[in-house]
């Protein structure tokens, strides 16, 4: 059988090490404890029961602990799951490390960052430039490492990064087919967007909500931090405010997070790019275990809905 959570199907039987990337308790119907364990390893991720746990099971399996386990692939209300027949915490003598079954983004860090940086250097207007370059100076460590979220799309090693090369090769696209289009505060927006995410989110690893993120969101700390870096760089003009509203828009609805609706042209596009993108993404996601002619699970951030994997329907 190929290895990998992706390429596993119901049935197969399954004797491999997994990443516990979140542990949960429960209590089932008949009173008695069980744990919910997310694993993954770098192809993808599979839900699993531990039913009957004992104190001892919740700390020895909590999240970021690697497991020796041996089980079979089920099908639980149309989506795949892990069931246990034996699970052990691993040791030194397994060797094997948590890096090993952590999903990254397809292209490096140092690449995407030379992508970036090439957008910022063709930038034409200084202001937009110089804050743009600032902010992704002061926080480029934790932006090439950072997740875009902490599930649905982009929610891996270097997701943020990837997003947002992403998003500049859209907007480049759409640049060149509407010229009208401002591609400086573009390229600034979608580069900037989320960079408030490394500060919202903990890490790469078991990415929760910081508390930072929880009571402000990525947002307003950017918004925020567009102002200050104005302010360190001395700079004083309408750019500062319309770069701000991109930010403060980009999620296009107030039921969707936005403090604003967009009313710059640049912000409806980048909000538009950014929707493209991470659906894109969630359902290229949901069919990588999906055979020809099949329907994926049901994605609960697209509608409950399921996707069929068409590349097997005949055209003819």
């Known amino acids: 059988m190929t290895n990998g959570i992706r390429n596993h199907q119901v049935g197969d039987k399954v004797e491999t090490y997994f990443l516990i990337k979140t542990s949960t308790k429960g209590t089932a119907s008949n009173g008695k404890p069980f744990l919910t364990l997310q694993l993954c390893d770098h192809t993808g991720e599979i839900e699993a029961k531990l039913w009957g746990c004992s104190p001892e099971d919740e700390q020895a399996f909590c999240s970021q602990v690697i497991v020796h386990l041996s089980g079979e692939v089920s099908e639980y209300r149309g989506r795949r799951q892990m069931k246990i027949q034996s699970i052990r915490p691993t040791t030194a003598m397994d060797q094997v490390k948590v890096a090993d079954f952590i999903r990254s983004a397809p292209i490096s860090p140092d690449d995407m960052l030379d992508e970036i940086t090439q957008y910022i250097f063709e930038m034409k207007n200084a202001n937009i430039q110089r804050i743009t370059r600032h902010l992704m100076k002061k926080h480029q460590t934790a932006f090439l490492q950072s997740p875009a979220a902490t599930k649905n799309h982009h929610e891996f090693v270097s997701g943020l990064a990837y997003h947002v090369v992403s ?73 500062v405010l319309i770069l701000q509203h991109l930010i403060a828009s980009h999620h296009g609805k107030g039921e969707w997070g936005s403090p604003k609706v967009p009313v710059v042209k640049e912000a409806e596009v980048l909000h538009l790019i950014d929707n493209i993108d991470a659906k894109i993404n969630m359902m290229d996601r949901a069919l990588e275990t999906v055979q020809p ?15 069929i994997n068409h590349v097997s329907i005949s055209l003819l």
């Open 167 to 239: 998003m500049l090769k859209i907007a480049r696209s759409l640049v060149e087919l509407y010229p009208s289009l401002d591609s400086d505060l573009l390229y600034a927006g979608v580069i900037l967007h989320d960079l408030g995410k490394v500060r919202e989110l903990s890490g790469p690893i078991d990415t929760q909500y910081t508390l930072e993120g929880k009571l402000i969101g990525h947002i307003s700390i950017m918004v925020t931090e567009v102002a200050q870096a104005a302010e360190e760089l001395k700079i004083d003009s309408e750019e």
């Open 293 to 307: 002619g099949e329907f994926s699970e049901r994605v609960m951030a697209l509608d409950h809905r399921s996707f």
